[in-house]
């Protein structure tokens, strides 16, 4: 076995060093009873020639987006990913190491975690970010722990159904008490001001608003950071499509006090949706409040800048079951390609994908809305992300759509009741008005 | 061990010292010595009142969090905010600069609960043995 | 790190705290040379910003003039983002230079205890790259993706195989979320019979994580201490048990490396009182082939890919922590679950028992392709040969070190072993110094202060990846630095000095708090 360096011999000398016969003595320490059956019901091993074959082989029973016109989003965004951010982030100095234990012999890695949380930040426009968290999803769910952490006592978390379907199951998975959840139910798209009032009261310890939400539509929250700030609670902005913000308002800007976003879109593969990257930022009155790993700036023994890994006591390996999370660990390969994707990008570069993706959608928006059947159920603005409605079911209409290499989006029926004739359209620089336009002739053919 | 004879100690290696009715509340030398290098301190507000035996805040050092039981009850009448910018006072001067709370006491017999200097000595000396 | 012969050792011993091997039979020698090369101080990337400068090309807009302040009025940004702007040239220099102060896997020996720091096979990550798994989609119609549903449904078939379970869900992104996960279903099970109880019991050796995710549960803590020879004592468990545990944590082996040779006397205490077996999968590398929790009595365990399967670390992520259950907790699985029909493969998301969803999407899916693409090539026997290498490991290193250092507990161990600082405390040297001195010499250090039940605990997990001459290294200097502690000890307290940075002021760097620039 080739991950297996040991020689017979070799076997035979540390054996006579440890003062055991063979290898099967060292496990003595193993009751009989407890033993299993030593042959596994797994196949047998393969060399690296006939392993790749057969992965390939693999692959070829799925269909990449690249080869289809491909208009999915629903959380998971298609970007361009440079060359040099994929190769920089597989250097096996940055895929192999722990977790920064022993910062001496970690300043890149930890470096790297401190400018990643600079850059999301800046982006985000708060005053601190931990070094990553899982998933948007899991991070909106320890969002909403810290803040009923924060309001001491208060249980209750308002949520708009404009949160992603797949955030709000997690978020009730890992609360486990789903009566403590306030469901209130989308107004045209958007969070409906009267059920968000009446849902607001003493025992609220958050709401989270979503932005752009999963209908792709953005829209203003400050009033509702307002009443949320008045009512003693906190608001929790979380956010699928960072991208979004090299135009739009970001969530520090509008009253936020923690913001929670998915950073698949910055430089990671879609891959089927994971690995993910979870972004958790507060403002700095919470910052104890995090969980997390954090990293911060100090000096060595001879007074040179370093960067540690700090506060914390904050976590499960010393404060236990009083830890501000359970969690241990985060995804650091995935926040340094999201560092290196970010400063490729830039101050100036962000803000421009961000236009091209609004400009497309915009542009495809209009271009299929002006179709006979098809119309735009939410009058909203929206990012890179749209929901158009036809008289039939989406579902058909999505196939048909396949059938000639579209992949259309995704059918809004699969997560809300009713909308089964909605369908959910994302466009990124990916997508060329070429493929634009064959999306549009195609549906207004399969439409009628 | 340095713990002064005109104080009072609890078992969590609390300190108090009695003025008419306001008891001055630390941390002993042997606990800040124990906890190292102290980063951040958690009190209660002015005006919050604090329950014997109960905790009512929180040390952190690097590596080590250490909650701080009351050594007795009453009214929070004063904190030591300078320790929320230098925690490092606690390391520093514990009996002295590191005070962490003022209480006025809602029942001055819960002093005759708390070791004298003799007494925490020994404990210290048994606990660590 | 720098190949060397014996004979140009004395080449490097110029500075007196120079690191000098007293030799063993290696035939060849190698020396840390630290950050004594060409090493570059590198400023971060927003002192090297320069306005006007960018690292990316982005394609025309091929669609008509947009105007955002048009489209979206209020909300558009009235700054940009202050990101640092860099060329891609300046941007490639930064992460590489960063990367050259990094010790990884790849760069030498990494012993931490209970994480599993094995070598990572390179095919997986040239798999995981491949367009067709990484080009593709979530909701994607399931007939397009039947690829990657086949490689979900076949890990979980083999994860159970190997811990002798009923079922498993591969969407837990680490072994702390997977524990969550099988908790929510622990008390998602005793609800459905009535009562979701108050306790678990929780050994006083466990990994810190699991009394957190208990009490992120909902659940109270109540540690058993364990007996003298650092075993789990069934007395202690039967006299803590009663209906309102929901269950126990255990980890096996213990993360003293021993094997918990009372497991199924404990286990059948806590089902007796209607209780569960959590175990905690984070030293599965011991267990291959020899023992299957779920045959001893555990309901469920969580499965760290990246510690067992060789899935690489990432500096602390992305990994994979799947839960493999007993049949008693499969109808809890959180969703989606995937099904094969003939020879179709699907997702079924509508289970009403199931605790619901704890990923977005298909977890870390890419992270599960590399732990598949691992097993497959191992194998069955190539598996139960990782168990037999990475104990005859840390045997091989327990007897080579055990007359320097303290041995606290004396019981067999199996894939790590648990040493402490009792014996150079003598000499005013702790576990930290001697973990930092270790630097010197081109390892990475244990774990250190884990399990918290060992004074100054020092936790070695050599796994079974390394070669003899690369532990003789190890082990030479861990003896070399056991005599300097006692004739020089000042030298192992003020290392490190071969690194890019001496030690950290981390008390520094907690009070002044500077998370960001």
């Known amino acids: 076995m080739r991950y297996l360096p040991h020689t017979n011999e070799e076997i035979r000398k540390m054996l006579a060093v440890i003062g055991a016969k063979d290898v099967g003595d060292l496990f003595s320490s193993i009751p009989k009873d407890h033993r299993c059956n030593p042959e596994l019901n797994i196949p047998g091993g393969i060399s690296e020639q006939e392993l790749w074959a057969q992965m390939n082989s693999i692959a070829m029973k799925n269909r990449t987006l690249s080869c289809s016109a491909s208009f999915i989003g629903a959380g998971a965004y298609r970007h361009y990913i440079p060359a040099a951010v994929s190769e920089l982030a597989s250097r096996s100095e940055f895929t192999t190491p722990y977790t920064p234990y022993q910062p001496e012999i970690s300043q890149g890695t930890l470096q790297a975690m401190f400018e990643y949380q600079s850059q999301i930040c800046r982006l985000f426009d708060m005053d601190v970010s931990n070094a990553s968290h899982y998933s948007g999803a899991t991070a909106l769910a320890d969002a909403a722990l810290m803040a009923r952490r924060i309001s001491k006592g208060r249980k209750a978390i308002i949520v708009p159904d404009s949160v992603h379907p797949e955030y709000r199951r997690v978020l009730e998975s890992v609360l486990c008490d789903g009566d403590s959840i306030r469901l209130i139910p989308s107004s045209c798209g958007r969070v409906d001001r009267a059920k968000f009032a009446a849902a607001l009261d003493g025992d609220v310890a958050a709401?989270?608003?979503?932005?752009?939400?999963?209908?792709?539509?953005?829209?203003?929250?400050?009033?509702?950071?307002?009443?949320?700030?008045?009512?003693?609670?906190?608001?929790?902005?979380?956010?699928?499509?960072?991208?979004?913000?090299?135009?739009?308002?970001?969530?520090?800007?509008?009253?936020?006090?923690?913001?929670?976003?998915?950073?698949?879109?910055?430089?990671?593969?879609?891959?089927?949706?994971?690995?993910?990257?979870?972004?958790?930022?507060?403002?700095?009155?919470?910052?104890?409040?995090?969980?997390?790993?954090?990293?911060?700036?100090?000096?060595?023994?001879?007074?040179?800048?370093?960067?540690?890994?700090?506060?914390?006591?904050?976590?499960?390996?010393?404060?236990?079951?009083?830890?501000?999370?359970?969690?241990?660990?985060?995804?650091?390969?995935?926040a340094t390609t999201a560092a290196i994707y970010l400063s490729m990008l830039g101050k100036e570069g962000i803000r421009e994908l961000a236009n091209i993706n609004a400009a497309k959608a915009d542009y495809l928006k209009k271009t299929l809305s002006a179709i006979k059947g098809v119309s735009i159920p939410f009058e909203a603005r929206t990012f890179n992300e749209f929901v158009f409605e036809t008289a039939k079911p989406a579902a058909e209409l999505l196939a048909k759509l396949d059938a000639q290499g579209i992949i259309g989006g995704v059918d809004l029926g699969r997560f809300y009741p009713d909308t089964d004739q909605m369908i959910l359209v994302c466009v990124t620089e990916m997508n060329t008005r070429e493929e634009m336009d064959r999306y549009a002739q195609v549906l207004a053919q399969v439409v009628r | 061990m340095n713990a002064p004879d005109d104080l009072r100690y609890t078992k969590e290696h609390e300190w108090v010292k009695v003025e008419g009715n306001v008891a001055t509340i630390g941390i002993t030398d042997h606990a800040q010595s124990q906890l190292g290098d102290i980063v951040y301190v958690e009190f209660p507000g002015q005006g919050e009142t604090v329950t014997k035996s109960d905790s009512f805040g929180v040390v952190e050092s690097v590596k080590a969090v250490s909650d701080c039981y009351a050594p007795v009850s009453g009214k929070v009448v004063e904190v030591n905010d300078s320790l929320t910018d230098s925690p490092e006072t606690l390391n520093e001067d514990c009996y002295g600069e590191g005070w962490l709370l003022r209480v006025e006491m809602s029942d001055p017999a819960e002093i005759e609960d708390l070791m004298d200097q003799k007494q925490y000595i020994a404990f210290v000396a048994e606990e660590t043995a | 790190?720098?190949?060397?012969?014996?004979?140009?050792?004395?080449?490097?011993?110029?500075?007196?705290?120079?690191?000098?091997?007293?030799?063993?039979?290696?035939?060849?020698?190698?020396?840390?040379?630290?950050?004594?090369?060409?090493?570059?101080?590198?400023?971060?990337?927003?002192?090297?910003?320069?306005?006007?400068?960018?690292?990316?090309?982005?394609?025309?807009?091929?669609?008509?003039?947009?105007?955002?302040?048009?489209?979206?009025?209020?909300?558009?940004?009235?700054?940009?983002?202050?990101?640092?702007?860099?060329?891609?040239?300046?941007?490639?220099?930064?992460?590489?230079?960063?990367?050259?102060?990094?010790?990884?896997?790849?760069?030498?020996?990494?012993?931490?205890?209970s994480c599993t720091m094995k070598y990572n096979p390179k095919i997986a990550n040239k798999v995981a790259a491949m367009p067709g798994f990484a080009d593709t989609h979530p909701f994607q119609p399931l007939s397009s993706v039947q690829g990657n549903l086949r490689i979900c449904y076949e890990l979980e078939r083999w994860l159970c195989e190997i811990t002798g379970m009923n079922a498993a869900t591969l969407w837990p992104a680490a072994g702390s979320h997977g524990e969550l996960t099988g908790m929510l279903m622990i008390r998602a099970y005793h609800t459905a019979r009535g009562n979701p109880r108050s306790k678990v019991l929780i050994p006083d050796s466990a990994?810190?994580?699991?009394?957190?995710?208990?009490?992120?549960?909902?659940?109270?803590?109540?540690?058993?201490?364990?007996?003298?020879?650092?075993?789990?004592?069934?007395?202690?468990?039967?006299?803590?048990?009663?209906?309102?545990?929901?269950?126990?944590?255990?980890?096996?082996?213990?993360?003293?490396?021993?094997?918990?040779?009372?497991?199924?006397?404990?286990?059948?205490?806590?089902?007796?009182?209607?209780?569960?077996?959590?175990?905690?999968?984070?030293?599965?590398?011991?267990?291959?082939?020899?023992?299957?929790?779920?045959?001893?009595?555990?309901?469920?365990?969580?499965?760290?890919?990246?510690?067992?399967?060789?899935?690489?670390?990432?500096?602390?992520?992305?990994?994979?922590?799947?839960?493999?259950?007993?049949?008693?907790?499969?109808?809890?699985?959180?969703?989606?679950?995937?099904?094969?029909?003939?020879?179709?493969?699907?997702?079924?998301?509508?289970?009403?028992?199931?605790?619901?969803?704890?990923?977005?999407?298909?977890?870390?899916?890419?992270?599960?392709?590399?732990?598949?693409?691992?097993?497959?090539?191992?194998?069955?026997?190539?598996?139960?040969?990782?168990?037999?290498?990475?104990?005859?490991?840390?045997?091989?290193?327990?007897?080579?070190?055990?007359?320097?250092?303290?041995?606290?507990?004396?019981?067999?161990?199996?894939?790590?072993?648990?040493?402490?600082?009792?014996?150079?405390?003598?000499?005013?040297?702790?576990?930290?110094?001697?973990?930092?001195?270790?630097?010197d010499y081109g390892c990475h250090p244990p774990t250190i202060y884990f399990p918290l039940i060992v004074h100054g605990s020092i936790m070695i997990e050599p796994t079974e990846t390394e070669c003899k001459e690369l532990l003789d290294e190890f082990c030479d200097a861990m003896l070399t630095i056991a005599s300097e502690c006692e004739k020089t000890p000042e030298l192992v307290k003020n290392a490190p000095s071969r690194p890019f940075r001496r030690r950290l002021d981390e008390a520094k760097a907690a009070r002044d708090a500077v998370l960001k620039e």
């Not at chain 3, 320069?50 to 979206?72: K, M, Q, T, Y």
């Open chain 1, 207 to 334: 709401a989270v608003v979503q932005f752009p939400n999963f209908f792709g539509i953005v829209e203003d929250f400050r009033d509702i950071a307002d009443s949320l700030h008045k009512a003693g609670a906190l608001l929790i902005a979380a956010t699928p499509e960072p991208i979004a913000f090299g135009i739009l308002t970001p969530p520090g800007s509008w009253g936020a006090d923690i913001a929670a976003g998915e950073g698949l879109s910055l430089g990671l593969p879609v891959s089927f949706g994971g690995p993910t990257l979870g972004i958790f930022t507060t403002r700095d009155q919470f910052t104890r409040q995090m969980p997390g790993r954090i990293c911060g700036k100090t000096i060595d023994a001879e007074g040179r800048e370093g960067y540690v890994l700090t506060l914390s006591t904050r976590e499960q390996h010393i404060r236990r079951e009083k830890a501000t999370s359970n969690i241990c660990s985060n995804q650091t390969l995935c």
């Open chain 3, 1 to 113: 790190m720098e190949r060397r012969n014996s004979k140009s050792l004395s080449d490097t011993n110029q500075r007196t705290n120079e690191p000098t091997y007293q030799r063993t039979d290696s035939s060849y020698q190698r020396t840390a040379c630290g950050a004594t090369g060409l090493v570059l101080e590198e400023p971060t990337l927003f002192e090297q910003s320069v306005p006007g400068r960018r690292g990316i090309s982005l394609p025309a807009i091929d669609v008509p003039a947009f105007n955002p302040c048009e489209a979206f009025g209020d909300l558009v940004r009235d700054k940009a983002p202050e990101l640092p702007e860099l060329a891609e040239s300046d941007v490639a220099r930064h992460f590489t230079r960063l990367s050259t102060r990094n010790f990884s896997k790849d760069l030498g020996f990494y012993p931490l205890g």
């Open chain 3, 207 to 439: 990994h810190g994580t699991n009394p957190a995710s208990a009490v992120t549960c909902h659940y109270d803590v109540v540690t058993v201490q364990s007996g003298p020879d650092g075993l789990l004592d069934p007395k202690a468990v039967a006299e803590a048990m009663d209906k309102e545990v929901a269950a126990i944590m255990i980890t096996n082996p213990n993360t003293l490396g021993v094997y918990e040779e009372n497991f199924k006397a404990v286990a059948d205490i806590v089902h007796a009182k209607g209780g569960l077996v959590y175990c905690d999968g984070a030293n599965l590398n011991a267990l291959m082939g020899f023992v299957k929790p779920g045959e001893i009595g555990a309901d469920a365990m969580h499965i760290n890919l990246h510690k067992t399967f060789g899935t690489p670390h990432g500096g602390g992520g992305p990994g994979a922590g799947p839960v493999a259950v007993s049949r008693a907790l499969e109808p809890y699985l959180p969703m989606p679950r995937i099904a094969k029909n003939g020879d179709n493969y699907t997702t079924i998301s509508d289970k009403p028992e199931s605790i619901g969803r704890i990923n977005t999407f298909f977890g870390n899916f890419g992270v599960l392709l590399r732990a598949y693409v691992y097993i497959r090539e191992l194998g069955a026997e190539g598996l139960v040969g990782v168990t037999k290498m990475a104990t005859l490991n840390a045997n091989y290193v327990k007897a080579r070190l055990k007359d320097a250092y303290d041995l606290p507990y004396s019981r067999p161990s199996l894939h790590e072993c648990v040493f402490s600082d009792k014996r150079q405390n003598a000499y005013g040297v702790k576990t930290l110094d001697i973990a930092k001195r270790l630097m």
